[in-house]
């Protein structure tokens, strides 16, 4: 069975939580996000470092622009059925008109963390509706590298026709307060940046380069799909190419091309995102880790992680589970 690499890059950013709720408003506004929330960040941050933040605007209009109010970016117009993803959680703005003055968003919620919010409505005056769907996704940027490197701080897309349910369970059922409620959150959070990851990935110009790119590439999506579903193998070049009907000049070269970097090198990168993962998430030794990410030898295992991650195996997963606030 094929495995999806981007599925893959996606478990392996270690996803520990999300926040989402609708916000209605009508008249004028203009709002400063994301707001400093320790409850956040305690909540979605446990174990990770960074935070995604997507906003999907469901009726009505609005105006986004990136960057604090000292040194803004231009405003952009996201219609009903747009997305705009931050991936780096940046600080941004959004309001009913371009050049509205805005507020920190906190000063409307009374003293309440975001992880309280549900559906929030706003009466500004007479003007128009507006309504967003807001979510807040917590990931581990170190894992995410390599899908995160790919991806500008922001982007925007217009969500298709076969997401709309998707969607408007998220912003109906997904809101409502229920047994198994937050992990039903954190999956709709995750299937809604899985559909923008993936009509991104559609819009990319032919000259782009990255996994994304590398995942509309009919021969590197090949290749990707084998070395993900086996990481633990002993790969060669030579096997690689043989495995997916590819000389080894034409696999190396087009790899190179769009991914920036020798198949083998992707290799060495998603087996130590895939060990990360496991330090984090089971009780196995290290020494069973390095077996299961494809290292005969335990001490080139922690050599090599360590060159990559700049501290030993043991020394990650003891900041793992003691982490408790965002950082880079």
């Not at 408003?25 to 909540?43: H, N």
């Not at 992680?305 to 020394?315: C, E, I, L, N």
């Amino acid at each position: 069975m094929a495995i999806d690499p981007l599925s893959d890059a996606l478990a392996m950013s270690h996803l520990t939580g999300a926040s989402i709720f609708r916000v209605d408003a009508q008249g004028p506004w203009g709002v400063l996000s994301p707001p400093k929330d320790p409850q956040l960040s305690r909540a979605l941050l446990p174990v990770s470092n960074h935070v995604i933040v997507f906003h999907v605007v469901l009726e009505g209009e609005c105006w986004c622009r990136l960057g604090p109010q000292e040194s803004p970016h231009e405003w952009f117009r996201l219609p009903a059925g747009h997305a705009v993803v931050l991936t780096r959680g940046d600080l941004h703005e959004l309001a009913d008109r371009p050049g509205r003055m805005s507020i920190p968003f906190e000063q409307t919620l009374d003293g309440r963390s975001l992880l309280d919010l549900r559906r929030e409505r706003y009466a500004f005056g007479p003007g128009a509706h507006c309504s967003i769907l807001c979510g807040f996704l917590g990931c581990d940027r170190r894992a995410f590298a390599a899908l995160f490197g790919a991806l500008p701080a922001l982007f925007t897309v217009g969500i298709e026709q076969r997401s709309k349910a998707l969607l408007q369970y998220a912003a109906n059922e997904a809101l409502e307060e229920r047994p198994g409620a937050p992990a039903l959150r954190v999956r709709m959070a995750e299937l809604l940046l899985m559909e923008a990851l993936s009509l991104y990935m559609q819009e990319l110009p032919p000259s782009a380069t990255g996994l994304l790119a590398g995942l509309r590439d009919p021969l590197v999506e090949r290749a990707l799909q084998a070395l993900h579903a086996a990481p633990d193998r002993a790969w060669s070049v030579e096997k690689l190419a043989a495995g997916i009907d590819s000389s080894r000049s034409s696999l190396a070269n087009r790899f190179r091309t769009v991914l920036e970097e020798p198949p083998m090198h992707y290799l060495t990168r998603l087996r130590m995102q895939r060990a990360a993962l496991y330090l984090d998430s089971r009780s196995c030794s290290v020494d069973q880790v390095a077996r299961e990410v494809g290292y005969a030898s335990s001490a080139a295992f922690q050599r090599a992680f360590k060159r990559h991650f700049g501290v030993p195996p043991a020394t990650w997963r003891h900041q793992a589970h003691t982490t408790t606030s965002p950082g880079d």
